[in-house]
């Protein structure tokens, strides 16, 4: 195909990549170099009767309205946003390492760092929901694989919902589920007994109760994928198998796990990708004392009343850093395999 | 072969499979059955203190209205909170992000299954790491400039940015759709004198059809499940259903009215039921394309 005519037909898509993908990115780096612009501090002491005093700095937003307007940008603060505690934080974890109480503490304390917290709860759910929402997916392929005809559809119907419907809303039925006055939360509190136990009192449970949610809308895909590589498993290397006197264990292990092994890593790369972004699920479950994400984060930033363009441009420039190592296998594995086609 | 099998199956084993499916279905359908008979109940039942055998026989929803059932809930959120226009907002929006979004990608996708040239591998690698990235990244990129060139809040500016995140998936899809359409078709049309555009237009698509309904199931899904973009870019007049829905959590929690959120969420989900009644074969096929969703 010539390249005249590539470009033209190519147009359209690209120009609305580069300028909605591409640009936002770089739009998003500038911004994390600028602040919002020095405005009229108020400093406030708020003391605690236990936790000792703090003092909070708080803004007076009217009087930098016009300089605002001017420069929206903000002031030029370099990579400054990127190191306060806000985001990476060296100078509180350096702190931390030399006085803490042992590594329960450090916990404690590094979860106290917005950052840290986003970070840590979106990396526990990418690598603990996707390989449960897959081992539960090829379950759920192996089962239907093995019943009737007639019961398929109806069964592949009923286990695509919790995968097509929309994140905010399945997280929202799940969570009115779970909260004390629902159906699920009310059982759990009678079981063991205890009044108190709620979402929003336990950070250990909502991470629970985010994490099934995480599993509950991600086996699915993994089912259908797993399901439609079952039914291309030759049938000549089970029956040999068998004949070989396989067990039906040892002909899962060593017949059709490794003839879906490709599709799995498919299906690890695209649940990594997407669950990276978990967003929705933490606003659905109000869960954002105790997780948040890195998503999350950016989305506060930006829906607060004054909002924070220069934080939320760091976080995103961080996120990405994040994608990009998470796709970075996927990437030299291509490059060589083009390498490969070219010589 | 399955049903061959069926018969040496112990019966152990059976019923394993037969209770792990049994568990699933209840699993995967029963919080949404829930919730639709849920939606039919006053506060005071569906979010029962006391148990929750009263949302199932409506205690409370007898006592309050009058029947086992009430509507309330909806009449609340359709009309009294204006949820009908966010609906209409919703039909805007992914009737148009699928509309331009297929259309720009079938041109795409096909001169990138027809070339075999260095840059459309580049190009198709480029829309890898884009649809990788997070949506909310890119949408704190676009508040400042939108806010500055003063088209902030219109449902325009939602559907071009919502066509363009899902262009990287939208042209990796029909690219390997229009890759499985030999080449021989298109090329021998052009022998016969037409130009490149007609060949794609007069020979390519009429045989694509399963493939762009494939995508276009995709792209509505990704338009109606939006809530980064829509919740950020649009204002609050503007909103679609989602974002009305999570502002409904904000404003009717206090007021002591979960119901008008509940038959929201039942709302949003009812056309979901009826695409997946309808299409489930295609999603399934679309879902299975290989590396289609990656």
């Known amino acids: 195909m010539p390249h005249k005519t590539f470009f033209a037909f190519v147009m359209p898509s690209l120009i609305a990549m580069v300028l909605f993908i591409a640009l936002p990115i770089v739009s998003v780096v500038v911004q994390s170099l600028y602040v919002a612009h020095d405005r009229v501090m108020v400093q406030v002491e708020n003391c605690q009767p236990f936790g000792g005093c703090s003092t909070e700095l708080r803004v007076d937003a009217a009087a930098t309205a016009e300089l605002q307007a001017e420069q929206p940008l903000g002031k030029f603060n370099g990579l400054g946003t990127y190191f306060n505690r806000a985001h990476l934080a060296f100078d509180e974890l350096g702190v931390i390492l030399q006085t803490n109480r042992g590594l329960g503490d450090i916990w404690n304390r590094v979860l106290n760092l917005p950052f840290y917290k986003g970070l840590i709860f979106t990396l526990v759910y990418c690598f603990v929901v996707t390989p449960l929402a897959m081992a539960l997916g090829f379950g759920i392929a192996l089962a239907v694989n093995a019943l009737p005809k007639v019961t398929k559809g109806p069964i592949i119907f009923f286990s695509l919902l919790p995968m097509i419907i929309t994140p905010l809303v399945g997280s ?20 063991f007994n205890d009044p108190t136990l709620s979402l929003r009192a336990s950070p250990g449970l909502t991470w629970i109760a985010l994490l099934l949610y995480g599993v509950w809308t991600n086996g699915p895909f993994s089912f259908v994928v797993f399901y439609a590589g079952l039914q291309t498993v030759p049938a000549d290397t089970l029956e040999s198998a068998m004949i070989d006197g396989a067990s039906r264990w040892e002909r899962i292990r060593y017949v059709i796990v490794p003839h879906l092994m490709p599709l799995a890593t498919f299906v690890a790369l695209v649940q990594l990708m997407d669950n990276f972004r978990v967003f929705e699920p933490i606003v659905g479950f109000s869960a954002e004392a105790n997780a948040t994400s890195l998503s999350w984060l950016i989305f506060n930033d930006l829906s607060g009343d004054t909002q924070q363009f220069g934080s939320a441009g760091a976080t995103s420039v961080l996120t990405i850093i994040g994608v990009v190592i998470l796709l970075s296998p996927v990437l030299v594995r291509t490059w060589r395999e083009f390498k490969l086609k070219v010589v | 072969m399955s049903e061959t099998l069926a018969h040496k199956r112990p019966a152990g ?9 049994v568990f699933w279905v209840i699993l995967a359908a029963f919080p949404f059955l829930w919730t639709v008979w849920g939606s039919f109940k006053v506060e005071a039942d569906f979010f029962s203190r006391e148990s929750w055998w009263n949302a199932l026989f409506g205690t409370n929803t007898i006592r309050q209205t009058g029947a086992a059932f009430t ?17 209409g907002n919703t039909i805007v929006v992914t009737l148009f992000v699928t509309i331009i979004s297929l259309t720009f990608g079938t041109l795409g996708g096909y001169a990138l299954a027809r070339s075999g040239r260095n840059y459309a591998f580049w190009i198709l690698i480029a829309a890898l790491i884009f649809r990788a990235m997070p949506h909310i990244t890119l949408v704190s990129g676009y508040l400042l400039p939108f806010f500055q060139l003063n088209i902030w809040g219109v449902l325009p500016t939602s ?22 359409i030999p080449k021989d078709l298109d090329e021998s049309a052009m022998v016969d004198g037409c130009t490149r555009f007609q060949a794609f237009r007069l020979v ?13 199931l ?20 503007n909103q679609t259903m989602v974002p009305k829905i999570s502002s409904f959590l904000g404003s009717v929690q206090e007021a002591g009215n979960v119901m008008y959120a ?19 074969r295609q999603i399934v096929s679309g879902l299975t394309a290989g590396a289609v969703k990656g």
């Open chain 1, 172 to 191: 929202l039925i799940l969570y009115w589920m779970l909260s004390p006055n629902g159906i699920l939360g009310a059982t759990i509190q009678h079981l």
């Open chain 2, 13 to 21: 084993l059976n019923v394993l499979i037969y209770g792990f499916i």
């Open chain 2, 71 to 87: 509507g309330d809930g909806y009449y609340g959120a359709w009309v009294t909170r204006d949820f009908w226009r966010a609906a």
């Open chain 2, 159 to 180: 559907i071009i940015v919502l066509v363009a995140i899902n262009q990287p998936f939208t042209l990796w899809m029909l690219h390997s759709f229009f890759l499985s």
């Open chain 2, 204 to 216: 390519i698509m009429p045989v694509m059809w399963p493939g762009v309904v494939t995508t276009g």
């Open chain 2, 218 to 237: 995709f792209s509505f899904l990704l338009g109606y499940n939006d809530f980064a973009v829509t919740a950020m870019l649009l204002s609050a007049d």
């Open chain 2, 262 to 280: 509940v038959a929201a969420v039942v709302s949003a989900t009812v056309p979901l039921f009826i695409l997946v009644l309808f299409f489930q």
